[in-house]
């Protein structure tokens, strides 16, 4: 039975491929024609992109060697520029030594320069007031004169007693003229003796360089301030040269900037100052210095850095006297304008000085 049941599953299957034979036939011939077909325009495809592709291949080898020669040229240049730019850094850095140098040394000289002033300024000023004194008895002189000559016109109904009062304040003129000229030849004397004090001064001062023995022995009280003032602020400086101790408060612990008005939130550091300071006041006077920055004054009663600077020293010393304990005698308010910098910074020279000096070193007459 399995037998005769394969038997007509393989004659069925037979008729069918005859049957679809030809049609094969058809099918596989047109495929074979598009297959040539296709062959023959992808071949044509593949010629014009292998001829690109040379072409490409032309052109990259052309833009190669031109990008070498190019590299090749740009390194040249950088090996050029590299050894120039070092030869600039070297003359760089021997212009900076240079000019490092230069400014030291013209720092020096103006410090040296301002010393001088400062000393000069100070005889001139004593100079400016003897000088001063000479003019007012001068002017005085003169007023006396004019009125001898209002004199004789009150009296000139009585000839002989004008003749002979007239004669006296003549013989009276000449003496004024006299003393006019003694007056002059002081103020030429007191020029020179002011060239020969500054000549005993450079030399006094370069044998008081030469001889550091003469100098004062601060190095205790020094310490001593030191000690005390840094255990209560930080802000506060104290330094030590060989005729003088001095103490630094910056400016906006005390001060609003371009007032002169001290703040109240300084108020119980100035005491606790004041109350170290008492211990010093029979062996030092206390000067006050006012110092501002270089900045002009704008929006304020003051007219320069000078009167805001002399009245920021002059606040302080009369808020010592009025609130502690210290001697109004032993305070001296002194003003520096922008004229003593510390620094480059402006803020670091708005500050308070407060310098004690030995009272032997310091005499007033």
């Known amino acids: 039975m399995k037998i005769i049941i394969l038997g007509i599953v393989l004659l069925f299957t037979s008729g069918c491929f005859i049957v679809n034979y030809p049609e094969l036939s058809q099918e596989k011939s047109r495929l074979e024609r598009e297959q040539s077909f296709r062959r023959g325009h992808y071949q044509d495809q593949i010629e014009r992109l292998r001829n690109q592709v040379v ?3 032309t ?28 030869l600039i850094e070297r003359e760089y850095e021997g212009l900076v030594e240079e000019l490092e140098a230069e400014r030291d040394r013209y720092k020096r000289d103006y410090e040296e320069l301002i010393e001088e002033r400062d000393e000069m ?11 001063e004194t000479a003019e007012s008895e001068l002017l005085a002189q003169k007023e006396e004169t004019e009125y001898y000559k209002e004199e004789l016109d009150k009296f000139a109904t009585d000839y002989d007693d004008i003749y002979e009062e007239f004669h006296n304040t003549i013989d009276e003129y000449e003496k004024l003229v006299e003393e006019n ?10 020029e020179q003796q002011l060239e020969d004090k500054e000549t005993q001064l450079t030399e ?27 255990a209560l602020s930080n802000d506060i400086n104290v330094t030590q040269t060989p005729y003088s101790i001095r103490i630094l408060v910056p400016g906006e612990k005390l001060f609003a900037v371009g007032t002169a008005q001290i703040e109240s939130r300084s108020h119980s550091t100035l005491n606790e100052v004041a109350s170290l300071l008492k211990n010093y006041e029979d062996e030092f006077y206390l000067f006050v210095e006012g110092h501002t920055d270089a900045l002009p004054v704008v929006d304020a009663p003051f007219p ?13 010393v009369r808020y010592f006297i009025r609130e502690t304990a210290l001697e109004p005698e032993s305070l001296i308010a002194l003003a520096c304008s922008s004229y003593r910098p510390i620094s480059d910074v402006l803020e670091e020279n708005r500050r308070i000085e407060i310098v004690l000096i030995p009272r032997e070193l310091y005499v007033f007459n």
Do not use: M
Not at 73 to 86: C, V
Not at 210 to 215: A, G, I, S, T
């Open 304 to 316: 320069s850095n000078w009167e805001l600077s002399a009245t920021r020293a002059t606040n302080l």
């Open 59 to 86: 052109q990259l080898a052309d833009k190669v060697t031109e990008l070498e020669a190019e590299r090749g040229e740009y390194e040249r240049k950088k090996t050029g520029l590299s050894e120039e730019l070092e």
């Open 121 to 131: 300024e100070e005889k001139l000023a004593e100079l400016r007031e003897e000088l």
């Open 181 to 190: 000229e003694e007056l002059l030849d002081k103020i030429h004397s007191l």
């Open 55 to 57: 072409q490409l291949n």
């Open 204 to 230: 006094a001062r370069d044998d008081i360089r030469e001889e550091p023995e003469l100098q004062f022995n601060l190095d205790a009280p020094a310490d001593r301030l030191k000690e005390e003032l840094t």
